[in-house]
């Protein structure tokens, strides 16, 4: 597809239970952002992927959060032994790196429930 | 620390009115300023970028300006209309991540 793809668009899951949550970039894209917005918060930062450059996990709240990109393509946001705190929508976003001033492109979200 | 505040938090404004929405930011050392626009449930649609060398950028009935010495941009919005109506983010490139701000939650009556 011509955007960024998300899924599940929608995940409730019981506390303590793990999940993952996968982004689809544009193709092409080698910068890839992951963001977490929570109801009445803005937007927080996860991670970042470059290329083949070690991840920016600089934003990651806790050792339960971790993500990987695979081929330089899609990725994965895993979020382990889940609390009623990371329920949230989480957003990936792409971009190119020429130069850094390209646009970021985000997907719809997974709008994540912990009950 | 490197932090974008909004300004107004909400706005509600007649169809037909042209407006402007505040956006600043503490650290002037930034690559580039997007302005984004978010509807109610869904994700993030980039409106405008402006490079950290330049003063402003338009596209179509919109026209964003920014004054890196002072950490200040402007949203500049012609003739609103109705489906206007969303939250705009400002976010700022620093290093590898963008900081956003809070948002402004815009409703234009018709």
């Known amino acids: 597809g011509a955007g960024v793809s998300q899924s599940p668009s929608n995940k409730v899951t019981e506390k303590g239970k793990d999940v993952e949550l996968r982004c689809d970039p544009i193709?092409?894209?080698?910068?890839l952002y992951w963001y977490r917005q929570s109801l009445g918060q803005g937007l927080e930062f996860l991670i970042y992927?470059?290329?083949?450059?070690?991840?920016?996990k600089s934003g990651l709240p806790s050792d339960r959060f971790s993500a990987e990109r695979t081929g330089g393509s899609v990725s994965t946001l895993t979020i382990q032994r889940t609390q009623q705190e990371d329920s949230a929508v989480y957003l990936c976003?792409?971009?190119?790196?020429?130069?850094?001033?390209?646009?970021?492109?985000f997907g719809q979200g997974t709008r994540l429930t912990v009950v | 620390k490197q932090e974008v505040t909004q300004i107004p938090a909400a706005l509600s404004v007649p169809e037909g009115e042209n407006l402007v929405l505040n956006c600043s930011f503490t650290?002037?050392?930034?690559?580039?300023l997007q302005w984004f626009r978010q509807d109610p449930g869904k994700g993030l649609t980039s409106l405008l970028l402006?490079?950290?060398?330049?003063r402003e950028q338009t596209s179509g009935r919109l026209n964003a300006s920014l004054d890196k010495s002072s950490g200040r941009s402007t949203l500049y919005i012609a003739a609103s209309q109705p489906g206007d109506s969303a939250t705009y983010l400002c976010?700022?490139?620093?290093?590898?991540?963008?900081?956003f701000g809070a948002g402004t939650i815009l409703r234009v009556k018709s």
């Open positions: 992927f470059q290329g083949n450059s070690a991840p920016d």
């Open positions: 976003a792409s971009r190119t790196e020429e130069g850094r001033n390209t646009e970021a492109f």
């Open positions: 976010a700022v490139e620093y290093g590898n991540k963008l900081v």
């Open positions: 193709s092409g894209h080698t910068a």
């Open positions: 402006i490079q950290s060398s330049q």
């Open positions: 650290d002037s050392a930034i690559y580039n």
